[in-house]
C-alpha cells in the first residue's frame, strides 16, 4: 500500500516569498491533516479536512496560511507571504475516516514532511 | 491552558535495559492517548494506542501504561536495541468522532550497544 506522498521535500525561500506544498494521503483515507512541526517541538496541527471540509482550522494563521482539498483526495498547502519564523516541517498526514476512534486506533499515516527553510 | 509534558532531554541507556519515557498533561481531558516514533528526517510512526479506561498495553517489547488520576502514561521497551534509538512522541486526543490529536515535543531515546 503507499503511503501519504509529499512535495518537495526541501524549499528554501526569502522571507516574504511565496510556497506551496502539496499532498497526496492513502487511497480511501477521508481524513487529511497539516502539521507544522519546528525544529525540537512536537507537530502542530495546523488545518484538519474530512473529505473536502475542513472540520479543525483553529490554530492556522489565516493571514499568511491557506490550505485547500479539492475533490475530497489531494491537498495543498500555501504560505504567502513567508516569515523567518515558519521555518519548520510541514507534515500531512492521513487516516480512514474521522481520526479519532471510529475506526481501530485513530492511527495517523504521516507522510515524510516539507523542510522548509526562510532566510 | 493544556500542556503536554515529555522530557526534554535524552534517554541515554545500554543495549539490553529497559527504557523508560513519561508523558505528563495537564488541563486536559483525553479520551485515548498514542504514542508514535519519529527518526531523523522522517514522519512520525504509531506505535500504541490505550485508552482512557484501559490501565496497560502490551506489543511486543512494548508497553504502555495510563493513569488517569495522575495524568499521566508511561511507555517502556524492554531489552532495548540500538534500532530503538529515535524520539518518541505521546499524543492525546479527545472523543470518538472527528479528534484533534494533540502532540508532546517527544523525548529522544538514545541506545548504546
Known amino acids: 500500500e503507499a503511503g501519504v506522498a509529499q512535495s518537495p521535500r526541501y524549499k528554501i525561500i526569502e522571507k516574504r516569498q511565496s510556497v506551496a506544498f502539496w499532498c497526496n494521503p492513502i487511497?480511501?483515507?477521508?481524513?487529511l491533516y497539516w502539521y507544522q512541526q519546528i525544529l525540537g517541538q512536537g507537530p502542530k496541527l495546523l488545518i484538519q479536512f474530512q473529505n473536502n471540509g475542513v472540520v479543525d482550522d483553529s490554530q492556522l494563521p489565516k493571514d499568511r496560511f491557506s490550505a485547500e482539498r479539492l475533490k475530497g483526495v489531494d491537498s495543498t498547502l500555501k504560505i504567502q507571504p513567508a516569515k523567518l519564523e515558519d521555518s519548520a516541517v510541514y507534515l500531512c498526514?492521513?487516516?480512514?475516516?474521522?481520526?479519532?476512534?471510529?475506526?481501530?486506533?485513530?492511527?495517523?499515516?504521516f507522510g515524510e514532511g516539507s523542510r522548509l527553510t526562510v532566510l | 491552558s493544556q500542556k503536554i509534558e515529555q522530557n526534554s532531554e535524552a534517554l541515554n541507556i545500554q543495549e539490553g535495559k529497559t527504557a523508560t519515557l513519561t508523558c505528563n498533561y495537564t488541563n486536559y481531558s483525553p479520551a485515548y492517548l498514542q504514542w508514535y516514533r519519529q527518526d531523523p528526517g522522517r514522519g512520525p510512526v504509531f506505535l500504541l494506542l490505550?485508552?482512557?479506561?484501559?490501565k496497560e498495553k502490551r506489543k511486543e517489547r512494548l508497553k504502555v501504561t495510563f493513569d488517569t488520576t495522575l495524568k499521566q502514561s508511561l511507555f517502556h521497551i524492554t531489552a532495548s536495541q540500538p534500532a530503538d534509538s529515535a524520539t518518541y512522541l505521546c499524543?492525546?486526543?479527545?472523543?470518538?468522532?472527528?479528534?484533534?490529536?494533540?502532540f508532546g515535543k517527544g523525548t529522544m531515546l538514545l541506545v548504546s550497544p
Open positions: 487511497s480511501g483515507h477521508a481524513t
Open positions: 490505550i485508552r482512557e479506561n484501559e
Open positions: 499524543a492525546l486526543g479527545r472523543g470518538s468522532g472527528y479528534s484533534t490529536l494533540t
Open positions: 498526514a492521513s487516516s480512514p475516516r474521522g481520526g479519532g476512534l471510529v475506526l481501530g486506533t485513530g492511527e495517523l499515516f
